[in-house]
């Protein structure tokens, strides 16, 4: 016992093990230095071009105040449902802007579904026939998504002319990028055993698709384009300032004309509607994962 004690300390294989777990914890140290150096010169850089500093957030948040205090209409107790009705005067109108709004996001949506689902597929790297057409694939996705929505509504207003269509296909081609990028991420996660069986199978790629890839994505996918559907809703109220359809123009409108209780009111109006929509996305994604629950058990 004494012997082997002596021994195994000095052992060349023990103190190998020292000396690589020395090397690896010094490079674990080098690394995690490097990262907060560049951290803190990257977070200084933003301070300065962003112009983040105390001194000029605590000048602006009384002006911030005020802005909020104007567009905090005067609601009486007394006059409770009267002061209501005058904050939302022009509702009938502001409706049916509101409707056309999660109508654009609506189709900008399935346009983006079938979009970004039908590239996601080729864009995942455990998917994808070709390299060639992986690389397409992506780069066509990173286009998709790169654009802000904005840039698309202005190109697709000088193409279509103000209105909707330009919303939709704005909302629309960037939701393509969005979705397809979250889709090959989840295509590129699945299980690989039953690809891998249909195609010792020969089965050919669509067949492999179809049958092994798409039963194991469909909750992820659906997730995603609820959610999608719901930011969907909130760029659709914004494009209209560039005549693109919806509350954007009408919110521009009020902006422009300081008319602060108007803003307020449409704001108000926005929020309870994606309320509304995230509520209802909640409980259709969860009705729906149950059922794909029973049917999988």
């Known amino acids: 016992m004494v012997a082997y004690a002596d021994t195994a300390p000095t052992s060349p294989v023990i103190a190998r093990f020292h000396d690589d777990y020395r090397a690896q914890r010094r490079t674990a140290l080098r690394n995690q230095f490097l990262f907060t150096l560049v951290f803190i010169?990257?977070?200084?850089a933003a301070t300065v071009v962003g112009d983040f500093y105390p001194a000029r957030i605590i000048e602006g948040f009384p002006r911030l105040g005020d802005f909020i205090v104007k567009t905090v209409p005067t609601i009486r107790f007394e006059t409770f449902w009267s002061d209501?009705?005058?904050?939302?005067?022009?509702w009938r109108f502001w409706l049916g802007?509101?409707?056309e709004t999660v109508l654009i996001a609506f189709l900008a949506?399935?346009?983006?579904?079938?979009?970004?689902?039908?590239?996601?597929?080729?864009?995942?790297?455990?998917?994808?026939?070709?390299?060639?057409?992986?690389?397409?694939s992506r780069r066509w996705l990173e286009i998709a998504r790169t654009v802000p929505e904005l840039v698309w509504a202005l190109i697709f207003v000088f193409s279509f002319g103000v209105g909707p269509i330009a919303g939709v296909l704005a909302i629309g081609l960037h939701a393509t990028g969005a979705l397809g990028k979250l889709y090959s991420e989840v295509n590129e996660n699945i299980d690989m055993k039953p690809v891998e069986g249909l195609r010792a199978a020969g089965a050919n790629w669509p067949q492999m698709i179809r049958y092994a890839v798409v039963p194991q994505v469909i909750p992820n996918i659906l997730s995603y384009t609820l959610l999608r559907f719901e930011i969907n809703v909130r760029a659709s109220s914004i494009i209209g300032y560039v005549g693109a359809g919806g509350l954007g123009g009408e919110l521009r409108q009020v902006i422009s004309f300081q008319e602060y209780t108007s803003i307020s009111a449409l704001f108000v109006m926005i929020l309870l509607t994606v309320i509304v929509i995230d509520f209802s996305c909640e409980k259709v994604r969860h009705r729906f994962i149950g059922i794909l629950g029973k049917v999988g058990g």
């Open 109 to 136: 949506t399935i346009i983006g579904v079938v979009g970004g689902f039908l590239l996601s597929f080729p864009a995942a790297r455990n998917l994808t026939p070709h390299p060639a057409v992986l690389w397409v």
């Open 84 to 90: 209501i009705a005058l904050w939302f005067q022009p």
């Open 97 to 99: 802007l509101l409707v």
């Open 41 to 44: 010169l990257c977070y200084a």
